[in-house]
Every structure is written in structure tokens, then in C-alpha cells.
């Protein structure tokens, strides 16, 4: 009977080890097939020198633990403890110490990005490994450096940006792509790309100074372009936009306030002219209206046909050349510069006396601008006009004459009242006021340079034009119009 009972115990054992071995066991594909070990998860941090792992527990169901169970206990004679007290049984790992296996790690490979048709190239940073010292690579780095500024003076003095430019040709479906260079060489290529300083050389002649003007950029044109303003913010703007394009002067550095004093109102035409000229470069259309006939046509006009000098041409060329060879200095300027010079005129009727000047661009935007509303540009218009002009007024005491029998003349103190200034030249006699508009017409057209359109001929009537007057800034905003009209 025990020999039974043996024999079954020891069947029981073999079926549970077979039973062990299957839920082991891992399904073989092909016989010539490695088997591929799961990846390991494991939340210890891994030392210098790992611990052994722990071994392995046997997990088994409730019938087959109380079948070792009483097993063990007709082996032993001890009666096995409850299921709460009872000792984790474990199955050590074992290891196969053959010298040249070793053991695998899976190691999850990073999804690989789609490739797209754009080719893209990595430059290879700058080393200093290849140089032999520091004062070598850093050597070099200068010299470079100097390369690249020589290069951006040589395409920006020969004109070379829009000729290179011109001669790209882009495949939008097959363009390389590479990362940025260094630091230097970036700078240069925005440089020359965005932040094109090409200029143009005019001369302010009544100013006594030479300027190089450089074109406007697209949010410069917007701004100064915004109707949303009234009139003394939009000529600030216009001002301040043409004294940042000026890159250099014959006398240095003009900041905005001191360049507001020294510029005759009258060189504003020629600084506007030659930020346009760099804006919208070689010809240029223009819509005219035949005054003979009233049809409207378009006429194709080169920018350099532009400028015209009004009598006394001798006097403005030799004029241009003592600036452009003479004047380099703040002194200089000042000696030689037709703004505030005066002149005093006597007019026939009222005997008032007029100190006429030529104005400054503070005189025109702070001293009429800022200083007169709305409804007085629109009533005394003309009187605001003039005035611009009027250093001083001088009103003669008739009452005193008539008593003492001296003349003597009373200074209306102008500066401080511009009311009165306006009153007393919208009030002038008709006669006077004609006098004191060709007395100022005369007086400012010293060393002045105007611009026009001349020697048009009109394609419906055949009228021919001799001279169209131009406004600088009205051709300049009426211009950035059209060109958004024609794109």
C-alpha cells in the first residue's frame, strides 16, 4: 500500500514538473532561429558594481502548493505552517559562465523620420583641434573676419547685390538647406540681403551740407503712410523717417534735433528726392493731366531728369562745389548756411516792416504746425504760408508821429504771439500782400534746387508741356500708391 502510495506521489511530481516546464517553455519558430529575450524592466538604479539578482519566485496555484505541501510533510515528519506564516519557496536564476557568450541587452532603436525632398546639409562646426595653438585658431578666426567685412564693403561699393541677386534661379521642389554659419558671416548676409545701406548722394545747398540717403523700408512706408494721425504727428514721422535714412552728412552725425535747426525747409525737397530715387530706382510712371486739352496720360519719366535749378545756376553749382569740397564741420556749416539769414522789407501801403527769413524745418513743424489748429490752417491758409517766412514785424506808431512829428516803430514781438502775426498778414492790403509774396519768392529761391517734369507732350492734343512743377513728397507717397495698385 505505501509502495502505491509512492508510486502515485512520485507521478503527481512528474506531471506538476512537466506542468512547470510548459508554462516555461517559449514557442520555437525555426530550428536555426536565436530565441529573442524580452526587453528588461527594471526600477533600480544600476551601481558600480551590480548586486546578483534575487532569485526567482515559483509561483504556483492553491492545489499544486498543498500537494508540496503534504509532501513535504511525509518527508520531514514537520507539519507545514498556514498560508500567511508560510516561507516564499524560490528558484534561483542560473547563469551560464561560458567565457564568450554575452548576455544581451534590447535596446529599443528610435522611430527613423520620414525623409522629405528637401536636401539638408549639417556644416561641420569650426575646431580648434587641427591648429597647433590657440594663437593659431584665433588667428585665423581674425583673418577671416577681415574677409568677410572686405567682401560685404566690396559687393556694397560695386553695386554687385542686385546682380547677384538677379542671377538666383530657384527650384522651390529641389533646394538645399543648410544650417546657419557662424555669427560674423550671418550678420554680413543679412547685411547685405535685408539691411542694404546702398546710398545716394545729394547736396542740401541752402543747408550747406551733403547727405547720403538711403532707401525706405517696407514698415517705414507703412507707418508714415498711416492717415490715422493728425497732421503734426504724420509730418514728425515723415521727419524723423528721412533724418534716420541720412547715413552720413559732410559734416558728421546730425541728430534729429539738431538736424530740425540747421536744414532749410526747402532741402526737404532734395533729401525726399534722394530717398526716392534709392525707394524707386531708374524710371518711373507718372499720370498727368493736359491742362490744354484735360486728358489724363501716363508718362514714363527717368529719375535723373528730375532736378532743376531756377535762374542763378552758375551761383548753385559754385555753390554745390564750395559745399561738396569746403564744408566739414559744424562751424563751417553755420557760416555758410542760408537758414534764418534775413532780410528786411518795407511795404508800399501799411509801411509795416517784414524781416523775411529762410526757415528751418523746426520753424515750419514746431513754430506753424504744432501751434495752429485744425480750423486755423483752414481759415488763414494763406497767412500760415506766409508767416512761415516772417522772422519779425514792425508796425509803425502813427500816434506818436502825429503828436511829436518822430517816427518810431513798434516791434509786434511776433515769437512769443503768433496770433498776432497771422491777424496782421491776413489783414494786409491785397497790393501789400502780392509785394511781400515776391519779396519772399525772391529771397528764398537763393541756391535753391527744385524738381519737375518738363517737355511733355501730350498724346491727344499734341500740347506740349514745358515744365510740370513736382512736390517730392506727394510724387513719393502718390508713387508707393500706384505700385500697390499695379501689383
Same mark, same amino acid.
Given at each position: 500500500?505505501?509502495?502505491?502510495?509512492?508510486?502515485?506521489?512520485?507521478?503527481?511530481?512528474?506531471?506538476?514538473?512537466?506542468?512547470?516546464?510548459?508554462?516555461k517553455?517559449?514557442?520555437?519558430?525555426?530550428?536555426?532561429?536565436?530565441i529573442?529575450?524580452?526587453?528588461?524592466?527594471?526600477?533600480?538604479?544600476?551601481?558600480?558594481?551590480?548586486?546578483?539578482?534575487?532569485?526567482?519566485?515559483?509561483?504556483?496555484?492553491?492545489?499544486?502548493?498543498?500537494?508540496v505541501?503534504?509532501?513535504?510533510?511525509?518527508?520531514?515528519?514537520?507539519?507545514?505552517?498556514?498560508?500567511?506564516?508560510?516561507?516564499?519557496?524560490?528558484?534561483?536564476?542560473?547563469?551560464?559562465?561560458?567565457?564568450?557568450?554575452?548576455?544581451?541587452?534590447?535596446?529599443?532603436?528610435?522611430?527613423?523620420?520620414?525623409?522629405?525632398?528637401?536636401?539638408?546639409?549639417?556644416?561641420?562646426?569650426v575646431?580648434?583641434?587641427?591648429?597647433?595653438?590657440?594663437?593659431?585658431?584665433?588667428?585665423?578666426?581674425?583673418?577671416?573676419?577681415?574677409?568677410?567685412l572686405?567682401?560685404?564693403?566690396?559687393?556694397?561699393k560695386?553695386?554687385?547685390?542686385?546682380?547677384?541677386?538677379?542671377?538666383?534661379?530657384?527650384?522651390?521642389?529641389?533646394?538645399?538647406?543648410?544650417?546657419?554659419?557662424?555669427?560674423i558671416?550671418?550678420?554680413?548676409?543679412?547685411?547685405?540681403?535685408?539691411?542694404?545701406?546702398?546710398t545716394?548722394?545729394?547736396?542740401?545747398?541752402?543747408?550747406?551740407?551733403?547727405?547720403?540717403?538711403?532707401?525706405?523700408?517696407?514698415?517705414?512706408?507703412?507707418?508714415?503712410?498711416?492717415?490715422?494721425?493728425?497732421?503734426?504727428?504724420?509730418?514728425?514721422?515723415?521727419?524723423?523717417?528721412?533724418?534716420?535714412?541720412?547715413?552720413?552728412?559732410?559734416?558728421?552725425?546730425?541728430?534729429?534735433?539738431?538736424?530740425?535747426?540747421?536744414?532749410?525747409?526747402?532741402?526737404?525737397?532734395?533729401?525726399?528726392?534722394?530717398?526716392?530715387?534709392?525707394?524707386?530706382?531708374?524710371?518711373?510712371?507718372?499720370?498727368?493731366?493736359?491742362?490744354?486739352?484735360?486728358?489724363?496720360?501716363?508718362?514714363?519719366?527717368?529719375?535723373?531728369?528730375?532736378?532743376?535749378?531756377?535762374?542763378?545756376?552758375?551761383?548753385?553749382?559754385?555753390?554745390?562745389?564750395?559745399?561738396?569740397?569746403?564744408?566739414? &564741420? @559744424?562751424?563751417? *556749416?553755420?557760416?555758410?548756411?542760408?537758414?534764418?539769414?534775413?532780410?528786411? =522789407? !518795407? /511795404?508800399? %501801403?501799411?509801411?509795416?516792416?517784414?524781416?523775411?527769413?529762410?526757415?528751418?524745418?523746426?520753424?515750419?513743424?514746431e513754430?506753424?504746425?504744432?501751434?495752429?489748429?485744425?480750423?486755423?490752417?483752414?481759415?488763414?491758409? &494763406? @497767412?500760415?504760408? *506766409?508767416?512761415?517766412?516772417?522772422?519779425?514785424?514792425?508796425?509803425?506808431? =502813427? !500816434? /506818436?508821429? %502825429?503828436?511829436?512829428?518822430?517816427?518810431?516803430?513798434?516791434?509786434?514781438?511776433?515769437?512769443?504771439n503768433?496770433?498776432?502775426?497771422?491777424?496782421?498778414?491776413?489783414?494786409?492790403?491785397?497790393?501789400?500782400?502780392?509785394?511781400?509774396?515776391?519779396?519772399?519768392?525772391?529771397?528764398?529761391?537763393?541756391?535753391?534746387v527744385?524738381?519737375?517734369?518738363?517737355?511733355?507732350?501730350?498724346?491727344?492734343?499734341?500740347?506740349?508741356?514745358?515744365?510740370?512743377?513736382?512736390?517730392?513728397?506727394?510724387?513719393?507717397?502718390?508713387?508707393?500708391?500706384?505700385?500697390?495698385?499695379?501689383?
Amino acid at each position: 500500500m505505501n509502495e502505491q502510495n509512492n508510486i502515485d506521489i512520485e507521478e503527481r511530481l512528474n506531471s506538476i514538473a512537466e506542468q512547470s516546464n510548459a508554462n516555461k517553455r517559449v514557442q520555437v519558430i525555426g530550428e536555426d532561429e536565436p530565441i529573442k529575450k524580452p526587453a528588461r524592466i527594471s526600477s533600480t538604479v544600476r551601481q558600480a558594481e551590480p548586486p546578483k539578482p534575487a532569485p526567482k519566485k515559483v509561483v504556483r496555484s492553491e492545489e499544486d502548493q498543498s500537494i508540496v505541501d503534504d509532501m513535504m510533510e511525509e518527508l520531514t515528519g514537520v507539519p507545514s505552517t498556514n498560508e500567511n506564516e508560510s516561507e516564499e519557496t524560490y528558484e534561483e536564476e542560473t547563469v551560464d559562465e561560458t567565457p564568450n557568450q554575452v548576455e544581451e541587452e534590447v535596446v529599443e532603436e528610435p522611430v527613423k523620420e520620414k525623409k522629405t525632398e528637401t536636401k539638408v546639409r549639417t556644416e561641420q562646426p569650426v575646431s580648434n583641434d587641427t591648429y597647433e595653438n590657440d594663437d593659431e585658431f584665433i588667428s585665423e578666426g581674425f583673418a577671416n573676419f577681415e574677409k568677410t567685412l572686405e567682401l560685404q564693403e566690396e559687393i556694397k561699393k560695386s553695386g554687385k547685390k542686385n546682380s547677384i541677386l538677379d542671377s538666383i534661379h530657384v527650384d522651390l521642389n529641389n533646394i538645399e538647406i543648410v544650417d546657419a554659419p557662424d555669427a560674423i558671416t550671418m550678420s554680413t548676409i543679412e547685411d547685405i540681403i535685408l539691411d542694404d545701406k546702398s546710398t545716394m548722394l545729394v547736396t542740401c545747398c541752402q543747408s550747406s551740407y551733403t547727405a547720403e540717403v538711403s532707401a525706405l523700408k517696407n514698415q517705414e512706408i507703412n507707418n508714415i503712410s498711416n492717415s490715422d494721425v493728425d497732421y503734426y504727428t504724420y509730418m514728425k514721422r515723415l521727419y524723423q523717417t528721412i533724418n534716420k535714412h541720412m547715413e552720413h552728412t559732410s559734416v558728421g552725425k546730425l541728430d534729429y534735433g539738431r538736424w530740425l535747426h540747421v536744414t532749410s525747409y526747402f532741402d526737404i525737397d532734395t533729401l525726399l528726392y534722394g530717398i526716392y530715387c534709392q525707394t524707386f530706382p531708374y524710371e518711373n510712371k507718372y499720370n498727368i493731366t493736359c491742362p490744354e486739352c484735360g486728358e489724363s496720360f501716363d508718362a514714363i519719366v527717368n529719375n535723373n531728369t528730375l532736378v532743376e535749378v531756377r535762374g542763378q545756376e552758375e551761383q548753385t553749382y559754385a555753390k554745390i562745389a564750395e559745399i561738396v569740397n569746403g564744408i566739414h &564741420n @559744424a562751424d563751417q *556749416l553755420l557760416d555758410n548756411s542760408q537758414v534764418h539769414k534775413t532780410k528786411r =522789407v !518795407l /511795404l508800399d %501801403e501799411s509801411k509795416i516792416i517784414f524781416d523775411i527769413r529762410i526757415p528751418s524745418v523746426y520753424d515750419y513743424l514746431e513754430g506753424v504746425v504744432a501751434r495752429s489748429s485744425d480750423k486755423q490752417l483752414e481759415e488763414y491758409q &494763406n @497767412a500760415m504760408g *506766409l508767416s512761415l517766412f516772417v522772422e519779425n514785424v514792425y508796425m509803425p506808431n =502813427v !500816434l /506818436l508821429l %502825429e503828436q511829436s512829428k518822430t517816427l518810431k516803430y513798434i516791434n509786434l514781438n511776433i515769437g512769443a504771439n503768433k496770433g498776432k502775426l497771422l491777424t496782421t498778414v491776413a489783414n494786409l492790403s491785397y497790393l501789400d500782400s502780392l509785394q511781400l509774396t515776391d519779396e519772399i519768392n525772391n529771397f528764398v529761391e537763393k541756391y535753391r534746387v527744385t524738381y519737375s517734369i518738363r517737355n511733355v507732350t501730350c498724346p491727344h492734343c499734341g500740347h506740349i508741356m514745358r515744365t510740370i512743377p513736382l512736390d517730392m513728397q506727394t510724387v513719393l507717397f502718390n508713387t508707393i500708391t500706384r505700385v500697390r495698385i499695379d501689383r
